[in-house]
C-alpha cells in the first residue's frame, strides 16, 4: 500500500516561493490500477516523481508497505519493488536493447525469449530490436516503447508510467492499453499510470484529477469522465461560445 | 611461453589468448621471440634489414585463418621499436590479432613503438584487433606509440577495431589507410584515459579509388586530469563515401579535443563529420537508479556500454 500524507513540493522563484504540490494526501491499495490526469503543468508527473525519489518533496511523509521511504534514494526505492517509465526516456549510446532489458530485470540470465515476450507487449518485434542500440536512432515511439517493455521487465509491484500513449501509434497504443489490463486482471501490481486518454482512463479503478498543485477530483472513471469533458468545455470561452450557438 | 601469471594475464587481456593459440602466432617478450608458429598459409618470418620485427606473409585463397601477434613488456626501462609488415595475398578472409600490455613494476619508463604496414590484396577481407594495456604500481611510464599504415587493393576490405583498456600513460597513434577501387576501411577506436594519462590519435583515410567507402567510429572516455586529443581526417580523391563520428565523454577535470576533418578533391565524393564531447547526461544515470543500480553501478554501466 503506497501512502502519501501531506506532500508540498515549492520552488524558489525570485524572492518568493512557488508552490508546485500543496498538502496531497492520498492512499492507494495494493493491486489498483490509478490513473492521474488533468490540466498540463498541473503537478501530476510531479507528484509521480515524488513517489519514486526522483523529486523530494518540501513538506510530508511517503509510506511504502508501511515504510517510510520520504528520505530513502532512488536505487532504494526501486530496489523496494517501484518502478517509473519516463515521459521522455533518456537515450544510451552503445547500452542495447538486450543490456536494458537484462539490468531491468535484476537477471543477468534473461534469455532472449523473456525479452522477446516483454518487446511483444509493446508492439515490437526482439529479432530487429535486441541487439539495437537505445540511441537516436531509435525513433521516440521506439524508445518509449522500450522504456515500457523495460518496466515490465522489472516486474515490481508498483510500476508508475508518465503518460505511456505520448509518441506511440495507434495500433501499438491498443496492444499496450490491453497489456495494461492484463496485469491488471493478473492482480500482481499496482499501477499508476499519468494519461489522457479515455481508452486508459475506462481502465481505471480510480481517476484522480490533479490541477493548481492539488487533488481537484476523486472517483471511478464513469465519475470522472463526464467532468473532466465538462471541464475541458467549460474552460475554453471560444468552445463555450460555439457550443452555446449551436 | 607463457611461463608465468604476469605473462598469462596480460596476454588475455590483449589478446584473448588462454593458451597457445591456434593458427600463427609470434609472441614477442621483452624485445625477444617467446613462441611461433606459422602454418601452410601464414608464415612468420624475421626481417631481413636488419629492423626488429617479422614479415607475416599470408598466400592468396587463405581464408579463416587467425594469426596472433601479441607483445608483452613485463621489465622496466624496455624500450623499443617494433616494424611488422603484413603481405596478404588475393582473395582471403583472415583475422589478426595485435595487441602490447606493459606490466612495469620498476622506476624506469617502458615504451612500445609498434610500426604496422599492411598490404591488403585484390578483394581480401581483413579484421585486425588491437588491444592496449598497462599495469604494475612501479613510478616508469608505459608508453605506446603505434603506427599501422594499410594500402587496400581493388575490393579489399579491412576492419580495424582498436582499443585502450587502462593503464597506458602516453599513447600517440598514427593510423594511414589508402583505399583502392570499391576498397572499405572500417575503423572502430575505444580509448579510456585516467589520471594524469595523455592520448593523441592522428588518422588519415585516403579513399583513392571509385567506389572507395570509409567509415570512423571512435568513442572515448577521459577521466580524472587526462588529456585526449582527436585528429581523423577523410580524404575523398574519386567518386566514394566516407564518415566520421567521434564521441567522447568527459569527466573530473579531463580536457579533450576533437577536430574531425574532411576534404573533398572530387565532386562524386561523399563525406560527413560528426564530433560531440559531453559528461553523462543526469537524466540517463537517473534511469539506471530507477532500475535497482548505485550512481556508480549506473555510471559504470554507461561507460562500459559506450566502450564495448
Same mark, same amino acid.
Given at each position: ?42 503537478? #501530476? ?19 511504502? /508497505? +508501511? ?22 526516456? @533518456? ?61 515490465? %521487465? ?9 503518460? @505511456?500513449? %505520448?509518441?506511440?501509434?495507434?495500433? &501499438? ?6 497489456? !495494461? ?50 471541464? $475541458? ?14 | 611461453?607463457?611461463? /608465468? ?19 600463427? !602466432?609470434?609472441?614477442?617478450?621483452? =624485445? ?33 585463418? $587467425? ?24 582473395? =582471403? ?10 606490466? /612495469? ?28 594495456? +598497462?599495469? +604494475? ?55 579510456? $584515459? ?41 580524404? +575523398? ?19 579533450? #579535443? &576533437? ?30 537508479? $530507477? ?18
Amino acid at each position: 500500500m503506497l501512502e502519501l500524507k501531506h506532500i508540498s513540493y515549492a520552488v524558489r522563484e525570485g524572492d518568493g516561493e512557488l508552490g508546485i504540490l500543496n498538502d496531497i494526501s492520498l492512499t492507494i491499495e495494493d493491486h489498483r490500477l490509478v490513473v492521474f490526469t488533468g490540466p498540463n503543468g498541473g503537478g #501530476k508527473t510531479t507528484l509521480a516523481k515524488i513517489i519514486m525519489g526522483l523529486v523530494t518533496p518540501t513538506e510530508g511523509q511517503i509510506l511504502w /508497505n +508501511g515504510q517510510d521511504i520520504t528520505h530513502l534514494g532512488i536505487t532504494e526505492r526501486a530496489r523496494l519493488g517501484i518502478s517509473y517509465g519516463f515521459q521522455q526516456p @533518456p537515450r544510451f549510446k552503445g547500452l542495447t536493447v538486450r543490456r536494458l532489458l537484462t539490468l531491468a530485470s535484476g537477471d543477468e540470465t534473461l534469455s532472449k525469449d523473456r525479452c522477446c515476450q516483454y518487446l511483444t507487449k509493446v508492439g515490437l518485434c526482439a529479432n530487429d530490436y535486441l541487439d539495437r542500440e537505445v540511441d537516436v536512432s531509435l525513433s521516440g515511439g521506439e524508445v518509449k516503447r522500450i522504456e515500457i517493455a523495460s518496466i515490465l %521487465a522489472r516486474n515490481s509491484q508498483l510500476m508508475i508510467f508518465d503518460e @505511456p500513449e %505520448a509518441g506511440i501509434d495507434l495500433w &501499438s497504443f491498443a496492444r499496450l492499453t490491453e497489456t !495494461f489490463q492484463q496485469i491488471h486482471t493478473a492482480g500482481t501490481a499496482t499501477m499508476i499510470i499519468i494519461s489522457h486518454q479515455e481508452r486508459i482512463i475506462s481502465l481505471a479503478d480510480e481517476v484522480i484529477v490533479v490541477g493548481d498543485g492539488a487533488i481537484r477530483h476523486r472517483g471511478s472513471a464513469q465519475e470522472i469522465l463526464p467532468q473532466i469533458l465538462a471541464d $475541458t468545455l467549460g474552460g475554453c470561452p471560444v468552445l463555450t461560445k460555439e457550443a452555446k450557438a449551436q | 611461453m607463457m611461463d /608465468n601469471e604476469i605473462d598469462r594475464e596480460l596476454l588475455e587481456k590483449i589478446a584473448d589468448m588462454l593458451g597457445k593459440p591456434v593458427g600463427a !602466432f609470434n609472441i614477442r617478450k621483452d =624485445c625477444g621471440c617467446d613462441g611461433r608458429q606459422s602454418t601452410e598459409h601464414i608464415q612468420i618470418l624475421d626481417r631481413d634489414d636488419g629492423k626488429a620485427g617479422i614479415n607475416i606473409r599470408i598466400a592468396d585463397g587463405t581464408v579463416n585463418e $587467425t594469426c596472433h601477434i601479441p607483445v608483452i613488456i613485463t621489465k622496466s626501462g624496455v624500450e623499443e621499436t617494433v616494424y611488422n609488415d603484413f603481405f596478404i595475398g588475393e582473395n =582471403c578472409d583472415v583475422e589478426i590479432v595485435a595487441g602490447c600490455g606493459i606490466h /612495469n613494476c620498476g622506476e624506469q619508463t617502458s615504451r612500445h613503438d609498434g610500426v604496422h604496414v599492411f598490404h591488403v590484396g585484390k578483394h581480401s577481407r581483413v579484421h585486425y584487433s588491437e588491444k592496449h594495456y +598497462g599495469e +604494475g604500481d612501479g613510478k616508469g611510464g608505459r608508453i605506446m606509440n603505434p603506427q599501422t599504415i594499410v594500402y587496400l587493393d581493388e575490393g579489399a576490405s579491412i576492419q580495424m577495431d582498436t582499443t585502450q583498456i587502462r593503464g597506458v600513460d602516453s599513447t600517440k597513434r598514427y593510423t594511414k589507410i589508402v583505399c583502392g577501387k570499391d576498397a572499405e576501411a572500417v575503423i572502430t577506436e575505444r580509448l579510456l $584515459t585516467h589520471g594524469d594519462q595523455v592520448a593523441e590519435s592522428d588518422m588519415e583515410i585516403d579513399l583513392d579509388g571509385e567506389g572507395a567507402r570509409g567509415r570512423v567510429i571512435s568513442r572515448s572516455v577521459a577521466q580524472d586530469s587526462s588529456n585526449q586529443v582527436f585528429y581523423p581526417r577523410m580524404v +575523398g580523391n574519386a567518386a566514394c563515401f566516407g564518415h566520421v563520428q567521434c564521441d567522447s565523454i568527459i569527466m573530473g577535470d579531463a580536457k579533450i #579535443k &576533437s577536430i574531425p576533418a574532411i576534404t573533398a578533391n572530387c565532386t562524386e565524393a561523399q563525406l560527413i563529420h560528426e564530433a560531440a564531447i559531453g559528461k553523462i547526461a543526469g537524466d540517463q544515470l537517473l534511469k539506471l537508479e $530507477t532500475l535497482g543500480l548505485t550512481e556508480e553501478e549506473a555510471e559504470d554501466c554507461i561507460l562500459k556500454g559506450f566502450l564495448a
